[in-house]
């Protein structure tokens, strides 16, 4: 794994990250949150390859990560009103929030079926295309807010990772469930509680259409 960093860690190495998705390789980017694991969203032998240098099993979901809010909405031009509304709301922010996906896209992404979808936007997310993302650690090991702590069996598996220091959360993302609240017909389900953040965005979510 090649560590891209200091001066080498603005445009350019941004750049090399592209080109490593394209090929199809792996790579370590900074979020808001924690260091990620990425592969391009739209290339199912990628995430397959992602998926076992995590020991993540196939049936569990990966959420997708946009570079913007509006990169988001280019892909699911489809998307309701009130989901529409609650990523406008929380996004970006360390929140994944798990979408109605009426078209199926990215099925390797939903546990091998169509089904809801998982979508983020970190705030200083990258310029990159949207990427299937998960943190850079083996299943049931410590998440990693620095390079230096991410775990050796997942960095033999990576092209290239960006360096861009502490990150300040050093936790991962709040994960909640949107699609009944969307619909009308249920609540927002907290699915992944970190920092307390999910009484903030259900709070926020309280105010929504």
Known sequence: MQVLGGS??????????????ERGALVVVPTDTVYGIAARADDETAVRTLYAAKGR????????????????????PELDRRSAWAVHALLPGPWTLVIENPDGRWPWLTGGVPGPIGVRVPAGSLRLP???ATSANGAGRPTASVVAELDDDVADH?????????????????VLDITAWSRG???VRVLRDTAGRAGQALAALADGP
């Open 57 to 76: 099993p196939i049936a569990q979901q990966t959420a997708v990560v946009f570079a913007s809010v509006d990169q988001l909405l280019e892909h699911f």
């Open 8 to 21: 080498s860690a603005g445009d350019e190495a941004v750049d090399r990250l592209r080109d490593a998705l």
């Open 185 to 187: 017909d249920g609540d």
């Open 130 to 132: 949207p990427i299937a």
């Open 158 to 174: 990576v092209e290239l990772a960006l360096d861009r220091g502490e990150l300040p959360a050093g936790n991962e993302s709040t």
